[in-house]
């Protein structure tokens, strides 16, 4: 193998190719990023940068030995050679890393996405005390967008189709905890309220009314980065369908079996993967899946045999509260509480022990988990969830009992 190359300078591409290197791979390897940015992180952009408490979130990957092509493009796929917009690279082996693209609504108006270092400045330019927001998305980062844009004084409103928040990650139960955060930080919910379109004076919502805003800010998902995988003739399903070792196929329209090839892996938001753990095929848009997944990857290029196979894990900071969430709920299950979501200062007056709830298999094993506010009963619930280990529900009910201590009775 002479050439690897890196579609996509984010988190997973960035980290593929500095793992790359640090393998010890003497070709070259060439990274092609479409943002003029070296590979830097997202999560701070809807929390730190949107707040205006930092800049810059460069990553410190070592690109030592790396060519970084910047402003550059993939436009096309066939084995052996990228497409780009400035001529062909062929490659030996090749790490699809092209992440996700934000949704966005129709209408004619203005609407801001947030995914990009360069959107988070424009809109923390946009933030001033008393600017009208509308954000359209009660989901993860309407919810961060919420909590900068309030604590700087914009009047904000948050759109939400769903009757609760989060309901797509969380379900309505769960999702309906974080109504409340809304109101106390000044925040106008609108729940089970649909959008028809983007207007230059704001959003029509369905039914006709019109919301008068100054920004809109889009919030309602992402699709992963593959439009210009099509017709490649690479295996795409809602993302590079992709195996347990991470490894890409190719469907039609190419010459020779797969193994003739050279090896195609995707990691990071793009990819879907085959999870043995859950026994069908994942996708997610975790930060965590961006910093694992390349090694995997890598290795799988490089004639390993690595298995993908973890618990997915995100975690956001919503109106001065840490949230965390792993696993994956069966939609059926009821949520177990932890503590009490509604107490906001305990009797006592000290700090609130915030509370977490849980989601149990049939046969009684944790499946998921959120916390808020309690970090070490994530630690201990991610050390279960891979350990497919079963405690006892009652106890889990239980706040006084650690989660530690569950893991370490639990079957
Ligand atoms: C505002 C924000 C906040 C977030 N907060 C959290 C959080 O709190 N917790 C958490 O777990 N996750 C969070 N995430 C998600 C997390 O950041 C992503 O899962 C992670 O960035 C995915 O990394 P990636 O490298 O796969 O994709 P990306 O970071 O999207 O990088 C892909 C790169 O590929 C480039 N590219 C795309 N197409 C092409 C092409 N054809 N040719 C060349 N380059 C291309 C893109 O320009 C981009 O730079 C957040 C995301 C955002 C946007």
């Not at 954000?135 to 967008?145: D, R, T």
């Not at 298999?361 to 350990?387: F, H, I, K, S, W």
């Amino acid at each position: 193998m002479q050439r690897i190359v890196v579609v996509g300078a984010g988190m997973a591409g960035g980290r593929a190719a500095a793992e790359v290197r640090a393998r010890g791979f003497a070709g070259e390897v060439i990274l092609l990023g479409a943002e003029p940015h070296r590979p830097y992180d997202r999560p701070p952009l809807s929390k730190a940068v949107l707040s205006g408490r930092i800049d810059d979130t460069t990553l410190p990957f070592d690109l030592d030995g790396v060519e970084v092509r910047l402003g550059r493009r993939a436009t096309g796929l066939r084995p052996g050679t990228v497409e780009t917009d400035a001529g062909p690279l062929d490659y030996d082996g090749l790490v699809l890393a092209t992440g996700a693209d934000p949704v966005t609504l129709p209408g004619d108006g203005p609407q801001r996405v947030l995914r990009s270092i360069d959107d988070a400045r424009d809109l923390r330019g946009a933030l001033r005390p008393g600017v009208r927001l509308v954000i359209v998305g009660a989901g993860w980062i309407g919810a961060e967008v919420a909590t900068a844009a309030a604590a700087i004084g914009a009047e904000v409103t948050v759109v939400e189709a769903a009757a609760s928040p989060l309901f797509a990650a969380l379900g309505a139960q769960v999702g309906r905890c974080t109504i409340a955060w809304y109101a106390r930080a000044g925040v106008t919910l609108r729940l089970a309220t649909a959008v028809e379109r983007v207007t230059p004076d704001g959003l029509v919502l369905a039914g006709g009314e019109e919301l008068i805003a100054d920004e809109v800010v889009v919030g309602v998902g992402v699709r992963p980065g593959t439009a210009w995988l099509a017709g490649s003739g690479l295996a795409l399903d809602r993302g590079v369908v992709v195996d347990e070792h991470l490894a890409a196929r190719w469907t039609h329209g190419a010459d020779g079996a797969d193994g003739d090839r050279p090896p195609v892996v995707a990691v990071g938001d793009c990819a879907a993967w085959w999870s043995r753990r859950y026994g069908r095929r994942l996708r997610v848009e975790h930060w965590d899946c961006a910093q694992q997944s390349p090694a995997v990857a890598v290795s799988t290029l490089l004639g390993g045999e690595a298995v993908y196979d973890p618990v997915p894990y995100f975690w956001s900071e919503q109106f001065g509260r840490m949230v965390q969430f792993a696993g994956l709920p069966s939609a059926e299950a009821a949520p177990v509480f932890r503590g009490d979501p509604g107490v906001v200062v305990p009797p006592d007056g000290g700090r609130p022990s915030g509370w977490s709830a849980g989601w149990f298999a049939p046969d009684g094993r944790l499946e998921a988990l959120v916390t808020v506010g309690r970090p070490m009963d994530m630690v201990a619930g991610r050390r279960l969830m891979a350990a497919d280990g079963i405690p006892d529900r009652e106890r889990f009910a239980d706040i006084s009992v650690s989660m530690k201590e569950l893991a370490a009775a639990s079957r």
